[in-house]
Nanobody
Framework: QVQLVESGGGLVQAGGSLRLSCATS????????MGWFRQAPGKEREFVAA????????RYADSVKGRFTISRDNARNTANLQMNSLKPEDTAVYYC??????????????????WGQGTQVTVSS
């Protein structure tokens, strides 16, 4: 049974940093495309970042490029999202997702069959 559990969310002031972690069981992160998505109140879930399985190719939403970094720790079987220079508009529930089938880490949430329960990130101005 595949399980993804996010942690590391919280309340931070604008300009601050947070590091999200996605602990996994039932899958191997190095063999999965791993993605991070977020959903703000009243908005659709949107792509944030992805890392492609087997390699370290990454892709980011324009809104977070240069501020967020996605990574994978194969030894701990986790996926991580380092978030720097946080802005109030980054406030959302952040979700980790896994895709064992795609060739590359995709930006579409429909490509990911496995999801965590989410962790709240709140950035105050």
């Amino acid at each position: 049974q595949v399980q993804l559990v996010e942690s590391g969310g919280g309340l931070v002031q604008a300009g601050g940093s947070l590091r999200l972690s996605c602990a996994t069981s039932g899958l191997t992160v190095s063999r999965n495309n791993m993605g991070w998505f977020r959903q703000a109140p009243g908005k659709e879930r949107e792509f944030v970042a992805a890392i492609t399985r087997g390699v370290s190719t990454t892709r980011y939403a324009d809104s977070v490029k240069g501020r967020f970094t996605i990574s994978r720790d194969n030894a701990r079987n986790t996926a991580n999202l380092q978030m720097n220079s946080l802005k109030p508009e980054d406030t959302a529930v952040y979700y980790c997702a896994a895709d064992p089938f795609g060739v590359v880490g995709g930006t579409s949430k429909e490509k990911y069959p496995y999801w965590g329960q989410g962790t709240q990130v709140t950035v105050s101005s």
